[in-house]
């Protein structure tokens, strides 16, 4: 049975797609280089910052990926939560399992400051344990070591932790922190790749984690 829940964020709580598309091509344009449609930006994005800054700049731009992240990374922290809406059932459910006092973390590979901006603009009274973005010097998922930062900080061991996120780079995540991964099929990504990548589970909508935990209501 599911203790407690680590949840990514861009796909899985919050629809960032449309303010990943802004923040990205208002830098490609600055350099006066190709934009993207929105929808291309889905699979460019889950692997962090510089992963995105380098998929999106054409290949003649690539190896100056690195030296661009600072100002890309300010476009984004300037932006902040955006037009970016939380799932439909997101707020409720988050809400719910507070008050049956599930422990609830966030682990995303959005730079750091900039996934603090968007959980606290969009959940403020969800008391998470942890929300923890990408940082300098630490790897991103999919390596546990963010993952099992949460499952300390929930207090919880990582069997008994849910992983819900939208990307084959969550399920790997959870899998390799020894997590039960769940699969969020509303995300950015397909059920194939969800499926593919070692989901346990596939969830329709965020409000069928309800039925995973057994706890009384407080």
């Not at 929105?38 to 910052?49: A, P």
Request: glycine residues 10%.
């Amino acid at each position: 049975m599911i203790h407690g829940f680590i949840f990514d964020l861009d796909g899985t709580l919050v629809d960032t797609l449309g303010d990943i598309a802004t923040g990205m091509n208002s830098f490609l344009q600055s350099k006066a280089l190709p934009v993207h449609p929105t929808e291309d930006y889905r699979r460019m994005v889950g692997k962090g910052l510089l992963h995105l800054i380098t998929e999106a700049v054409p290949q003649a731009h690539k190896h100056e990926a690195k030296d661009w992240f600072p100002a890309v990374l300010a476009i984004f922290e300037a932006l902040g939560a955006g037009s970016s809406i939380p799932y439909p059932g997101v707020k409720e459910t988050l809400g719910k399992l507070a008050s049956l006092r599930i422990p609830m973390s966030v682990v995303s590979n959005k730079p750091d400051p900039v996934t603090a901006q968007v959980v606290a603009q969009l959940f403020p009274s969800i008391p998470f344990a942890l929300v923890r973005g990408g940082l300098d010097g630490v790897p991103v998922k999919p390596h546990p070591a963010g993952a099992v930062e949460a499952a300390k900080a929930m207090r919880l061991e990582p069997a008994y932790c849910g992983f819900l996120g939208d990307s084959d780079v969550d399920m790997e995540t959870a899998l390799a922190a020894g997590m039960i991964p769940l699969g969020a099929a509303w995300g950015f990504r397909t059920r194939d790749e969800l499926k593919e990548a070692g989901a346990s589970m596939l969830l329709n909508s965020i409000q069928e984690i309800l039925g995973l935990v057994v706890c009384q209501e407080t």
